[in-house]
């Protein structure tokens, strides 16, 4: 193991990605722990479904605040997401003795979670700035892109002849705004439609489940849409690419030439473009060539494999903190 620590701080979950980096990390040779303040709220479906590889600090014994003392006071870096509190910044300052502080944004400009950037107000001294390079780049061009991270075991279960379409559609929140935005009335009337002409056989869970049941549908569908509103893609075309799904999007030359530069790949992700205009053609041409459709599984699978393993993509964190320390 490498002797530099890290742990990452979240106010919340932020939908297992802090966790993940950790993850990935620890992969890499790394200390590395995530610390989130609350989970989601019990009402909202979301909660406990994305803190198993978290300590949750609201709540906890105190045999966990100890622990959580003991991982701050000895972190090389601590790693800040989105927010936290102005009183959880400084209890961070007086532990976090050795380290350097490092903050990075998910969420766009002017939209929620994260309605302006909280680096300059948390009052820490951060030495590097990150962001997720998706979409988010664009409202915040000083920072360093640092990827999203998929920890599942890639797969692929190309189509078969004879087999209809499976197509899944899983927005993890339903957020209105330019770049969060994911719900579109024409293409769930494409997704109705189609279902009803037997088509396709459309996957679209009403309810918030785990990531892992959800990752466990995906494997058995050919096709993810992620949203085909904004002209950005999100962590869905990932979770995609990492099923062998042939991945929808109306992701534009920008976003998918920024996932490129942060997995360090050559070539731009095989994604599908479609928007509201051409979404239900897409789909039909899809349903009817079985081929077709297995052939850009295999492109989707290819292409995570050779840059998206969690172990190559975390390369961005690792060298961001080795140019700290």
């Known amino acids: ?15 297992g990605a802090p966790s993940k980096i950790a993850a990935a990390t620890r992969m890499a040779g790394y200390y590395a722990h995530a610390i989130c303040m609350v989970d989601y709220p019990a009402g909202g479906g979301l909660a406990g479904k994305f803190v198993n590889d978290s300590i949750v600090m609201h709540g906890a014994p105190p045999v966990i605040e100890q622990l959580v003392d003991r991982i701050i006071g000895e972190a090389h ?3 800040v997401h989105n927010e936290i509190p102005l009183e959880k910044a400084e209890w961070l300052l007086d532990r976090a003795t050795k380290a350097r502080f490092v903050y ?5 400009v002017r939209e929620g979670p994260l309605y302006i950037p909280r680096a300059d107000e948390l009052g820490l001294p951060f030495t590097a700035h990150l962001v997720v390079g998706q979409y988010q780049p664009r409202h915040y061009p000083s920072y360093k892109p640092v ?3 998929v ?3 890639p797969s692929c279960a190309p189509r078969e002849e004879g087999q209809k379409l499976r197509v899944m559609f899983s927005p993890t929140h339903a957020r209105s705004g330019r770049w969060n935005a994911k719900y579109s ?4 009337v494409a997704i109705e439609s189609l279902t009803k002409m037997g088509l396709i056989e459309a996957i679209w869970p009403e309810q918030p489940v785990s990531p892992n049941v959800l990752m466990a549908l995906r494997r058995t569908c050919h096709v993810s849409i992620d949203e085909i509103v904004t002209g950005a893609f999100h962590q869905v075309s990932m979770e995609g690419l990492c099923a062998g799904n042939v991945v929808i999007n109306r992701a534009d030359y920008f976003s998918k030439a920024m996932m490129a530069t942060c997995a360090g790949a050559s070539e731009l992700p095989p994604f599908v473009y479609a928007d509201d205009e051409n979404i239900a053609g897409v ?3 899809l349903a009817r060539d079985w081929k077709k459709t297995a052939e850009l599984q295999a492109e989707s699978s290819a292409y995570f494999m050779k840059y998206l393993r969690p172990q190559s993509i975390v390369k961005s964190f690792v060298k961001a903190y080795r140019e700290i320390i």
């Not at 990075?104 to 766009?108: D, E, G, I, L, M």
């Not at 009335?185 to 769930?188: Q, R, S, Y």
């Open 77 to 79: 870096i601590v790693h």
């Open 1 to 15: 193991m490498s002797d530099i620590k890290v742990v990452h701080i979240s106010q919340t979950p932020l939908v």
């Open 185 to 188: 009335k024409k293409l769930e």
């Open 147 to 149: 990827p999203n991270i």
């Open 151 to 153: 920890l599942d075991a």
């Open 283 to 285: 789909l039909v041409d």
């Open 104 to 108: 990075q944004v998910h969420s766009p």
